[in-house]
């Protein structure tokens, strides 16, 4: 499913650029809102470093009419985790809505 996706065309179009293999994970759960990724997926991801996080998140926020207070403060506290987790890793956002 993902290599179709968003994720595949990515490393694809990375590869080519960079003239590298590229191994990626995708690390999500259908239906999951960010403050669920936050509390159920985050913990969970082992690795102990990564040259790029690409985040596609706020579909599940926007169906289940989260303000967007909470949406910000729950974006905020995802950046804060992984910046914690991945201090020099960039982060980079797709798919948001407005």
């Not at 239906?31 to 102990?48: A, L, N």
């Not at 990564?50 to 974006?75: C, E, Q, R």
């Amino acid at each position: 499913m993902h290599q179709n996706g968003f994720t595949g065309a990515l490393s694809e179009t990375l590869s080519t650029i960079l003239k590298r293999n590229i191994q990626w994970k995708v690390y999500a759960k259908s239906g999951y809102t960010v403050k669920q990724v936050c509390s159920k997926i985050i913990p969970k991801i082992k690795e102990s470093s990564y040259d790029i996080i690409v985040i596609g998140m706020g579909g599940n926020d926007a169906f289940t009419l989260n303000s967007p207070k909470k949406w910000i403060s729950d974006i905020n506290r995802l950046v804060n985790l992984l910046q914690k987790k991945y201090p020099k890793t960039p982060i980079f956002f797709t798919n948001m809505p407005p």
